[in-house]
């Protein structure tokens, strides 16, 4: 656990606020009020930023998959699993530059490996193992990457429910998703589940054309991306979770040695499309290595139930 909390990969927590008030006046505490957590300051986090220009800057997905990577080999030591992998946990800062900070964060849903008495993660990003109630593992957790990074480039969400249009029950419209993305799902381990399972294999058979989404692999290749790209997503996303890499292993993909195109001048916008300064050439290229230095600002950020506040502005003095 001392290794989780000092992890330069794990956004950290500096202080609780006990008894603390949120109105707009922070200086009058109220006695009674519920406490707030302190984390040090992160700008965004990988859901603010458009589809369209994490696939046209993949170097970014490439440090934080790195980073985050490094992160669940962390919680792998004490045998923990986050179960809460989504982009909206994952931290970025100083985008405008080639070397952006990214760490994990949101630890309130840890847990120990195996785990099996429901099943845990959000839906979207559940992994077959928890779904056929093996049990929540290390990696489930890669599974959780992997959902996420098609998440990232996908112009509409691949797993989870939004295309479920026949209002199905979502979780059987979810293990659906399972079986036409990669033709396999084996068997749920409790007896209780195999009627979802026979419902799920007819929603996912072709020839009744309940669901619009090819292969997995068919979907990520429609969006052109460098092969090594795809084939690291889908290494993550492996059915068979004794087959799926975990952690240490994922870092030794090739996507890691390659060399991606990134600007050497960022001019940080969200949902701008062209993010090259006037002058830039195409041909700048990350080196894998780079993005590793980490840095904590003083500015910290209250969170409460994914909600934030500064208590004083990033790269400034001026206070709330």
Known sequence: MERIRKSKHICALLDTVADFDPTPNLTDPTPGAEAWMAFEWMDHSLVDFEHKYLKDHPWILQIASRQILKALGIYKE??????????????????????????????????????N?????????RAPEVWRHKGGFHVSDVWSLGVTLTDCLLPVPIFGTRDNTLKIDPECWCVAKIFRLFYQFPRPLHRLLQSEWELA???????????????????????????VIVDFVMSLLVVDDEKRPTAQEALKHPFFQAKLEVPPDLCWKIGAEDHLSQGASSSDQYSPGQGEQIFLTSTLYLDREQSCLSMSYPHTSESV
Do not use: C, F, W
């Open 78 to 115: 004490p045998n923990l699993i986050h179960t809460d992998l989504k982009h909206e946990n994952i931290l970025v800062s100083n985008i405008n530059s080639p070397e952006p900070i990214v760490k994990l964060a949101d630890l309130g849903a840890t847990i120990p490996e195996g785990y």
């Open 117 to 125: 008495k429901d099943r845990i993660q959000l839906i979207a990003i």
């Open 201 to 227: 294999a007819k929603l996912a058979n072709p020839q009744y054309k309940y669901m619009e989404v090819g292969t997995m692999d068919d979907e990520l290749r429609k969006l052109e991306l460098p092969e």
